[in-house]
């Protein structure tokens, strides 16, 4: 596993193309910088790795598109030392995003397969995370409430049981539509049981289903 000179400079250039596109948090940026997106990507993709866009992981998942990933990051405000709950861990990129921010990443991943795979990859590369292989409906009760909550992937509506989850003055941020696309949507928590809404725009994620898959 290589991160050499080449891919520092593609992976710059990526980021760039990020920052063009309206990301201008520096934080997010950096750690952008730093992750070795090629190394989260099957061999026969990793040429395409710093290209802006979706590619497959297996079991019918993705990793997501650099801008996007970054857009959600920039909408959930990590600070170092969060305690952070990732719903679908995938390939483990996101997790690694945040885990250079400084935060405490806790990660639910439905497909066994995709669990097993990324709780040994990610940790070879020096990102420990804590791994769950459950239903990221569900969210994690018995390590709650956390600062923030991300979902990577598009609901069909806010999962009640996350909301519970999340502090007061925490910040969920959730894509909310149908199977062809999704509203970004963020929510703060501001009391036992208040929250604020806001929408940022429509993209494109695989669903979030219900239940652990074999």
Known sequence: MKDTYRHKGLRKNLVEEVRIKGIDDERVLDAMM?????????????????????????????????????????????????????????????????????????TIERHRELYLKTQAFLPSLGYKANFFYGDGYEGLESYAPFDRILVTAGATEIPGKLMEQLKNYGIMVVPLGDSSSQVMTKIVRKGEDEYEKTEHGRFVFVPLLKGRSL
């Open 34 to 106: 730093k992750v070795p997106r090629h190394l989260f990507m099957d061999t026969g993709l990793q040429k395409f790795a710093y290209k802006d866009q979706a590619f497959p992981i297996g079991c019918g998942q993705t990793i997501s598109q650099p801008y996007t990933v970054a857009y959600q990051t920039q909408l959930l405000d990590v600070q170092r030392h969060h305690k952070v709950l990732e719903i679908g861990t995938g390939s483990g990129y996101q997790a690694a995003i945040l885990i250079e921010m400084g935060a405490k990443v806790y």
